[in-house]
């Protein structure tokens, strides 16, 4: 007999998604898959407007990582432009982004991952959430809110209050920052850091508690993907784009990122709306590769700041140079935090972050451009054509949660078959499989485009096909 | 007395936008405070402390235009999930566990029927914008606002 599991999470913003988990005769897992039920065509709503308007348009897509869509938009925009932005517009873009970069993974750990990581996958569900986190560890919980909140000051100082700051544009940024504004982000930097830094103490204490998911969450070899900087370091805003595999050696170097196609080719498979993309020398699936936080620290020789290289010294003397198990996306997001902060408190420590000369401008000069970034959760690809007068003619978007659907599958099927023995699937396996995927934490609005009010759902279904078991999520 | 209302939703996903059009149209209002947000997000919870009132409007999928109380008591039950989504319940429960403080809360649902990507509400959701300001109006005039 078949049997089958589904698993179907979903909530109104971000898409619709399921687990279904295919069990043998024997009750063991044959095979699990992480669908994306729904999808709709925000690349062909983008057609036939201004290029200018992208940035603003994109950072509509999510309202947890709009930053990242300004900035690959722009950037895109800048190429169709034709120009360098000036220096003090680089730096306040790299301000920005890191800024997001702090506040979306901050967002990751203390508000979705830390009530499984502090509480338990198996503590009883109605307190294994940001409240139950709150009872037992209220200062953490508070930290995580203010950690947020300066990531949001630098936001909102640079962009204004608006959800979607549209100050970010083609040729650089719409005006610079004021010398008070220096001060008052400079002012709030040192708890930050030092909250941050707290943050990942506290976790590294934590880490044997979970040495079993550490071993079964996506622990598999893959490639690996991101930017890194001319020397190799770590980089989210610009660079060239670096593939290493399994055992570090690299596949392929200094990848110019806005030349995507010639490397990277986009499967597709009838279960799922996401793509999936490849490195195209190696084939699908084997060249499926991973990015976001634990791909980048795999991909980097270096993070290029004190605080975050020591740090990832001891991650790599404790996991490996190149590390294989998506539960440590956790640390990488960790460390990560640090090195934003300290990159953060480099940019305000320059005062030429005030400087004057932040945009320049020109008309249309290409027909075609691409920008690169990388949001909190990978590498992002905004590619526009336009016409003559620069109305988009075409769109795509190479999203980082589309990026990592493979391995998600990947992972949900490895702790699957961990887990599930035949007996009924029990909350905390059920939590399990859920937080093999939450390590990546993906961003389904931008992966799959989608909107609707819906629940998530994980079915388990038997070798007939007959469905054995539902397990149900409202997430609102 | 302070009031908040928070738009939730995206202006780019048709009807979703429903909620960001109802604060919109409340932003010149005495003593109101609009805040709008794709999703409600945890550090919501200090501006929700902060507020004497709170008025939620978000979008919803078919049903009536309906008002309702919203409590803190019940947002435990949205954690661990896959996706970045809090319910107004939990932002009113993180409001009172870290601030000590939670407002009266209403929820304002405006049922939609199109989410698919573009800026236009439908003509349903344009009909019902002015009464759901309307009955936003209707609890700013009603004394009703308390701190726990």
């Not at chain 1, 709030?188 to 550490?214: C, I």
């Not at chain 1, 790599?316 to 998506?326: D, I, P």
Request: glycine share 8%.
């Amino acid at each position: 007999m078949t049997r089958r599991i589904v698993i179907d999470p979903v909530t109104r913003i971000e898409g619709h998604a399921k687990i279904t988990l295919h069990l043998d005769d024997a009750g063991a897992v044959r095979e699990a898959r992480f669908h994306v039920t729904e999808f709709r065509g925000f690349e062909k709503f983008c057609e036939g407007r201004l290029f200018h308007e992208m940035p603003a348009i994109t950072a509509r897509v999510c309202g947890i990582c709009p930053v990242s869509h300004l900035m690959a938009s722009a950037k895109a925009g800048d190429a169709l432009l034709a120009v360098t932005i000036p220096p003090a517009a680089e730096r306040l873009r790299r301000l920005m982004h890191l800024a997001q970069l702090v506040q979306s993974h901050a967002l990751s750990f203390f508000h979705m991952s830390s009530p499984d990581l502090l509480l338990g996958y198996d503590a009883p569900p109605e307190s294994r959430n940001i409240l139950g986190v709150i009872e037992r560890y209220p200062e953490l919980a508070r930290s995580g809110i203010r950690l947020r909140q300066y990531g949001q000051e630098i936001i909102e100082t640079l962009g204004g209050k608006r959800i979607h700051p549209a100050w970010v544009v083609p040729g650089g940024v719409s005006g610079p920052m004021s010398p008070e504004q220096r001060e008052r982000l400079l002012a709030g930097w040192p708890e930050a850091l030092q909250t941050a830094r707290a943050t990942l103490e506290m976790f590294k204490r934590l880490l044997d508690r979970h040495r079993e998911e550490a071993q079964v969450f996506g622990n598999f070899p893959s490639l690996f993907a991101g930017l890194v900087t001319p020397e190799g370091g770590l980089e989210h805003y610009d660079g060239r784009l670096r593939i290493v595999d399994a055992g570090g050696g690299v596949v392929a170097d200094a990848l110019d990122a806005t030349r995507y196609w010639e490397f990277l080719g986009e499967a597709t498979e009838p279960w799922s709306y996401l793509k999936f993309p490849y490195y195209r020398p190696l084939g699908y699936p084997v060249g499926s590769y991973r990015v976001g936080p634990l791909a980048r620290l795999n991909v980097a020789s270096h993070c290029g700041t004190p605080i975050a290289d020591a740090e990832l010294a001891e991650y790599r003397q404790r996991a490996g140079r190149v590390v294989l198990s998506s539960f440590y996306y956790h640390s990488a997001r960790l460390i990560e935090i640090v090195f934003g902060l300290e990159r953060i408190g480099q940019l305000l420590d320059n005062p030429a972050i005030v400087d004057h000369d932040v945009r320049a401008h020109a008309a249309r000069n290409r027909h075609e451009g691409v920008g690169v970034a990388e949001a909190p959760r990978g590498t992002l690809f905004h590619h526009y054509q336009v016409n003559d007068e620069g109305v988009i003619t075409r769109v795509n978007l190479l999203i980082a949660t589309g990026q990592n659907n493979l391995a998600m599958n990947r992972a949900v099927e490895q702790v699957a078959r961990h887990y599930v023995d035949g007996h009924p699937v029990t909350e905390g396996i059920l939590n399990r499989i859920e937080a093999a995927i939450r390590a990546y934490d993906p961003c389904l609005s931008c992966s799959t485009h989608a909107v609707g009010a819906m629940p998530l759902v994980v079915e388990v279904v038997d070798p007939a096909g007959c469905l054995l078991q539902t397990l149900r999520r409202d997430a609102r | 007395m302070r009031t908040l209302v928070i738009g939730i939703g995206n202006p780019l996903a048709g009807d979703d936008g429903a909620g960001p059009a109802v604060a919109e149209r409340l932003e010149d209002t005495p003593g109101v405070i609009v805040r709008m947000s794709h999703q409600l997000i945890p550090e919501l919870a200090e501006d929700v402390a902060a507020a004497d009132r709170v008025v939620f409007v978000d979008a919803a999928r078919g049903g009536r235009l309906t008002v309702s109380r919203v409590s803190g008591a019940a947002g435990a039950h949205d954690a661990s999930s896959l996706t970045h989504v809090l319910a107004a319940e939990t932002i009113l429960a993180l409001s009172h566990r870290l601030y000590g403080r939670v407002p009266t809360a209403y929820l304002v649902r405006v049922p939609g029927s199109d989410f698919r990507p573009g800026t236009n509400l439908s003509a349903s959701v344009h009909r019902l914008i002015p009464k759901a300001v309307a009955a936003v109006k209707r609890l700013l005039l009603a004394n009703t606002a308390y701190v726990r």
